[in-house]
């Protein structure tokens, strides 16, 4: 069974910029979770997905977005970036909300 | 304060040591815990999952909680070279819960 892809794994933006991150979870799997990882702040929770629905949602600003389409496939958007906003990002599925979460690779956003 | 805390070491061990990984929480509705580890360029893979407290033992992995000091650990024996990744403790109140993670614990064993 294939893992949980993220495209593109490495991106370079400018301050100002919009940029969107996308992530293929599991075959099967209906949640998708989205994080953010720095190295001061460690794995901060974005929000999840389930069936097209957003079911949590993290304490991160509105310029942070997402959605989940019909196939589980999941974008995340993050508008007028900033420096603050260089980190990894990542996306973990799951096959059920009560179930294992597995991640993917990563996308590594860096803002300059 | 943070939900979650976990010292970030780094921290350097000779193969065949005995490892002790510890992270400290403030919410006392947590009731699932879990360790994941993360080698470099890789997203976080689950290592143990725990409900409540006590112990639970995976083969050189035994995770430990103790709620009423809010403090959990992941003991790993004979640690080897392959172990040296970074470890990640996460927590929940439930199962359909968001999820806390610490900052992690950067690990190097040394053969």
């Known amino acids: 069974k294939a893992g949980v892809t993220q495209t593109p794994r490495y991106l370079i933006k400018t301050r100002g910029q919009q940029v969107t991150l996308s992530c293929s979870p599991i075959?099967?799997?209906?949640?998708v979770s989205w994080y953010q990882q720095t190295p001061g702040q460690g794995l901060q929770f974005l929000f999840e997905?389930?069936?097209?629905?957003?079911?949590n949602k993290g304490n991160f600003p509105g310029r942070f977005s997402g959605r989940q389409f019909s196939n589980s496939r999941s974008e995340m958007n993050v508008s007028t970036l900033e420096l603050g906003d260089s980190a990894l990002y990542l996306c973990?599925?799951?096959?059920?909300?009560?179930?294992?979460?597995?991640f993917g690779p990563g996308t590594r956003l860096t803002v300059t | 304060q943070k939900e979650v805390e976990q010292d970030p070491g780094p921290l350097s061990v000779p193969e065949g040591a005995i490892v002790s990984l510890n992270c400290t929480y403030s919410?006392?509705?947590?009731?699932?815990f879990m360790w994941y580890r993360q080698y470099s360029r890789k997203g976080p893979e689950l290592l143990m999952y725990?409900?409540?407290?006590g112990n639970k033992e995976d083969g050189r992995f035994t995770a430990q909680v103790d709620k009423s000091s809010k403090y959990i650990s992941l003991f790993i024996r004979d640690s080897q070279p392959s172990d040296s990744a970074t470890y990640l403790c996460?927590?929940?109140?439930?199962?359909?819960?968001?999820?806390?993670f610490g900052t992690g614990t950067s690990l190097t064993v040394i053969p």
């Open positions: 973990a599925s799951r096959g059920s909300v009560f179930s294992e979460q597995y």
């Open positions: 075959s099967g799997h209906r949640s």
């Open positions: 997905y389930f069936s097209e629905t957003q079911r």
């Open positions: 919410n006392s509705a947590f009731q699932y």
């Open positions: 725990t409900y409540s407290s």
């Open positions: 996460a927590m929940s109140v439930g199962t359909g819960n968001q999820f806390y």
